[in-house]
């Protein structure tokens, strides 16, 4: 079936520093997703985007995170500077016609 | 407030016995959707079904707009069948809420 690619799948980075977490999405999907979830706990939803912006985000969706898709290239979410409540997976998705496709998930450990 | 509503929290089955899983959603429903997260983290959907009843394989879904609710039976459980089930509802357009979902264990 169709594949939702996260790079990496695994990140460690210090508290304050800036890390790109990056999403490539099915070919031909038009709205792209990062959720959150913390282990153990709900999958919650951070933002959507259509064509280059931002449709809804949550009260999660802070102001140090951001989230965009350069023509042709991944779509990335941006945390700058991290913090410890940060450490979670975070999932991107991609949809058409209603249908939602997963990635694996990125494991973010911020220390 | 809490849009979607699984029940049972978790689910302790011996192989072959069948299972009902539930979602209640308090909104207007344009779609839901059935996943199964595997214990290492990845999704799998499972059913797109925003009405009626829909089959694969053991699994079959129903979902009863009018009474604002979607369900998830499992017959003759097989151990692999062991992880999250999750649904998520699709209130408006292109906007996706997950409930906290339904932990089964198949133990044989």
């Known amino acids: 079936g169709p594949k939702v690619l996260q790079i990496p799948s695994h990140q460690i980075i210090d508290m304050g520093q800036m890390v790109t977490l990056n999403c490539d999405p099915v070919?031909?999907?038009?709205?792209f997703y990062w959720y959150k979830q913390i282990l153990g706990q709900q999958m919650e939803f951070l933002v959507n985007?259509?064509?280059?912006?931002?449709?809804?985000k949550s009260k999660l969706f802070k102001d140090q995170f951001s989230v965009e898709r350069p023509d042709g290239s991944y779509f990335t979410l941006k945390i700058q500077p991290t913090a410890l409540e940060d450490s979670a997976v975070y999932f991107c998705?991609?949809?058409?016609?209603?249908?939602?496709?997963f990635g694996a998930g990125t494991r973010l450990s911020v220390l | 407030g809490q849009q979607v509503q699984q029940s049972p929290a978790s689910l302790v089955l011996q192989e072959g016995e069948n299972a009902e899983l539930q979602c209640n959603f308090s909104?207007?429903?344009?779609?839901m959707q059935w996943f199964y997260q595997r214990p290492g983290g990845s999704l799998v959907s499972l059913f797109y079904?925003?009405?009626g009843t829909k089959h694969s394989g053991r699994l079959t879904s129903t979902t009863v707009i009018k009474e604002r609710r979607s369900s998830l039976h499992i017959s003759s459980s097989q151990t692999t069948d062991s992880g999250t089930y999750l649904c998520?509802?699709?209130?408006?357009?292109?906007?996706?809420?997950f409930g906290k979902g339904t932990s089964l264990t198949v133990i044989p």
């Open positions: 998520a509802l699709e209130p408006g357009y292109q906007n996706f809420y």
């Open positions: 909104t207007s429903l344009n779609s």
């Open positions: 070919s031909n999907h038009l709205y």
């Open positions: 079904n925003p009405s």
């Open positions: 985007f259509y064509n280059g912006k931002v449709m809804e």
């Open positions: 998705a991609s949809s058409s016609q209603n249908t939602l496709y």
